[in-house]
């Protein structure tokens, strides 16, 4: 016995009238007298007396309303509960971020719960070699990540920033001491990149291994963490890619950033999986987004005044 039907049968009951109660149910009359035979059949007996001018309960019908009003109303409320609550930003919403909350995860944070108040985020750090584990496992509602992001059960955000590159040397290195490096050249660098489980797509984001043009680019493994890559960066075993932003917080002694020209901008956004977007993680996406916009603006006049 479905929900469906038992709320049709409450419904007719209270009206009395099929086309009267077709109209609360958002449902055709047809609709409404099908689904009350659906019922029936499943009992075995009638449970309205229909005729062309009154439809009244039958015996039956009576005790089987008495019976079943409680249990109706009490699934009504629980589903009118949870609407409500699927509608509302309230509570605790977790989000993830890669190696550091720079200015792009904090002020997203600060901006919704100004908005939000009686939501409360939760930062918790995601490990480069698996970005979107912890959102399929549940344990962040939603997370930073670098996009695109190719994954059908994920769903994506807007862009939130787009900034460039520098690469992670050792003091040591012949390349260390220049103003920039050419994309090109990164064929003679070996990259420190991410092991899985990470996608393919995703490890190549943040160490390509081609340059523009085509040129290999060698590696010099793989890492699960910024700090893993740091330290093999630092020992002078390869080099790594990271944004503008991430180089700045992370900037030790013992590592140089030197700024690549030549390679698409690293790109920031939001993932989630498509089946919990929640009200909660539609509202951070689109607070994110709103005050990426205003930062974009903002950038714009100081350039352009």
Not at 24 to 41: A, C, N, T, W
Not at 73 to 90: D, F, I, P, T
Not at 219 to 230: C, D, H, I, N
Not at 285 to 300: C, F, H, I
Request: charged share 20%.
């Amino acid at each position: 016995m479905e929900f469906r039907q038992l709320e049709t049968f409450v419904v007719v009951s209270e009206e009395l009238h099929f086309a009267k109660a077709a109209e609360r149910l958002y449902l055709s009359p047809g609709r409404v007298s099908q689904i009350v035979r659906s019922l029936e059949d499943s009992i075995g007996a009638r449970l309205f007396e229909r005729t062309s001018r009154r439809v009244r309960l039958t015996p039956l019908g009576e005790r089987f309303l008495a019976d079943v009003r409680p249990a109706y109303e009490g699934l009504h409320g629980a589903v009118n509960r949870a609407r409500s609550a699927a509608r509302s930003v309230y509570g605790v919403l977790r989000v993830g971020f890669l190696s550091t909350p720079g200015e792009a995860v904090t002020g997203a944070v600060r901006a919704f719960e100004r908005r939000f108040p009686e939501c409360a985020v939760e930062l918790v750090e995601v490990p480069l070699s698996d970005p979107f584990g912890k959102v399929r496992e549940g344990v962040v509602d939603l997370t930073f990540t670098l996009l695109p992001v190719a994954e059908p059960d994920l769903e994506t955000s807007v862009a939130l920033n787009r900034v460039p590159l520098k690469l992670a040397l050792s003091p040591a290195h012949p390349l260390a001491g220049r103003v920039s490096i050419d994309a090109e050249e990164l064929a003679g660098v070996p990259l420190v990149g991410v092991e899985g489980p990470a996608p393919q797509r995703w490890r190549e984001l943040t160490a390509p291994v081609t340059t523009p043009s085509g040129l290999p680019i060698p590696s010099a493994g793989a890492v699960s963490t910024s700090q893993e890559g740091l330290t093999e960066v630092a020992l002078n075993r390869g080099s790594m890619l990271f944004c503008t932003p991430t180089a700045a917080y992370l900037g030790r002694d013992d590592v140089t950033f030197v700024p690549v020209t030549g390679l698409p901008d690293s790109v920031l956004g939001l993932v989630w999986q498509r089946t919990r977007r929640t009200a909660a993680v539609t509202a951070f996406a689109e607070v994110a987004a709103d005050r990426n916009a205003g930062e974009v603006a903002v950038n714009l006049q100081r350039v352009t005044g």
